[in-house]
């Protein structure tokens, strides 16, 4: 079974400065997905970015990027220019490539953006 | 473009009640459908998917049922509440018959008393 471990239950970080969340997963599998969702108050859950796992290069969404590190099991979320509307929950998540198989979810890290 | 809807936004019910929750889905065919649990201060819990009309899997064995009445709408059920059954509850879509970005509706919140 897969499992996804985020080991940063809270984090802060300075309004413009840049934060790096981590996420590590286990798995057999070769082929699959990984995400980091944000749930902010309003507790609705958006996508913030997604990797596959067979592209080498990093995905980047605006100021959102991931470094992700195959071999280590390793899937980190760096947030650059911080805002106060970043201030969320943040869920790291995997999904296998193969059948229907639906999201596996770590237990989050709570960012909160100071002024 | 695709949206999804959930219904009701917030739900106060005393325990041993029925409960019913329903997700639409618009936009779109044939869409994989999933529920998820939050509990307080707690990860997602997948509680139920569904690839079709008719066909569940369960995750999780409770009171809770699942059931798919049409392609775009799911219900998430129960005879009986329970102080347990407490949460938020989410309710995602993905494209059907391929593994895609899962999205998600605004939630409900469930306050069994």
């Known amino acids: 079974a897969q499992t996804v471990t985020q080991s940063q239950p809270e984090m802060s970080v300075q309004e413009a400065e840049t934060v790096t969340l981590s996420c590590t997963y286990d798995t057999s599998e070769n082929n699959y997905y990984l995400f980091w969702y944000k749930q902010p108050p309003s507790r609705q859950m958006i996508l913030v970015i997604r990797q596959e796992a067979y592209k080498q290069q990093n995905a980047t969404e605006n100021r959102f990027s991931v470094n992700f590190q195959k071999a280590a099991k390793s899937f980190s979320l760096k947030i650059s220019d911080s805002q106060l509307g970043d201030t969320a929950m943040y869920f790291c998540?995997?999904?296998?490539?193969?059948?229907?198989?639906?999201?596996?979810f770590g237990k989050g890290t709570r960012l909160s953006v100071i002024a | 473009s695709q949206t999804i809807h959930q219904w009701p936004a917030t739900l106060v019910q005393p325990v041993g009640s029925p409960l019913s929750l329903e997700c639409t889905v618009e936009?779109?065919?044939?869409?994989?459908l999933y529920w998820y649990r939050q509990a307080a201060g707690r990860g997602l819990q997948l509680l139920f998917y569904?690839?079709?009309?008719?066909?569940i899997s369960s995750e999780v064995p409770q009171n809770l049922s699942a059931s798919r009445p049409q392609d775009r709408q799911f219900i998430l059920s129960s005879k009986k509440l329970l102080l347990s059954d407490s949460g938020f509850y989410l309710c995602?879509?993905?494209?059907?018959?391929?593994?895609?970005?899962?999205?998600f509706g605004p939630g409900t919140r469930l306050l069994v008393l």
């Open positions: 936009g779109t065919s044939n869409p994989n």
């Open positions: 569904s690839v079709g009309i008719g066909q």
């Open positions: 998540a995997f999904m296998r490539h193969s059948g229907n198989t639906p999201l596996v």
């Open positions: 995602a879509w993905s494209f059907g018959g391929a593994q895609e970005t899962q999205y």
